[in-house]
């Protein structure tokens, strides 16, 4: 079963291809996803590869590993947690 890895603070400048490269030395790479903003469509700065082995070698090897000037965050992904939705809306009472 692929694991799948966080990968933060990338250079805005990193691409998949290349992020696929620096994990691939490690393992099989099943996919590499960088994340953008919706809107604008410009890099956010993360990302999640997920490999089918070699996985726990590459979080070793690559968490604090520089990369364009940054310093990466890489981690085995945690599930997303539960976003509420409350907060923010319009109150009226308050008028």
Same mark, same amino acid.
Not at 1 to 14: D, E, H, Q, R, T
Not at 69 to 82: F, H, I, K, M, Y
């Given at each position: 079963?692929? =694991? =799948?890895? &966080? !990968?933060?603070? #990338?250079?805005?400048? %990193?691409? +998949?291809?290349?992020v696929r490269e620096m994990f691939a030395a490690y393992g099989t790479v099943e996919s590499v996803n960088l994340i953008t903003d919706r809107d604008t469509g410009r890099p956010r700065g993360f990302g999640f590869v997920e490999?089918? +082995? /070699? %996985? +726990?070698? %590459?979080?070793?090897? #690559?968490? $604090? &590993?520089?990369?364009g /000037?940054?310093? #990466?965050? !890489?981690?085995? %992904?945690?599930? $997303?947690?539960?976003r509420s939705r409350g907060g923010g809306g319009f109150r009226r009472d308050r008028w």
């Open positions: 079963m692929p =694991k =799948k890895i &966080y !990968v933060g603070n #990338l250079p805005f400048s %990193a691409t +998949d291809e290349e490999m089918s +082995d /070699g %996985a +726990d070698e %590459a979080i070793e090897a #690559l968490n $604090r &590993y520089e990369l /000037g940054r310093s #990466l965050n !890489v981690n085995e %992904a945690r599930p $997303r947690e539960d």
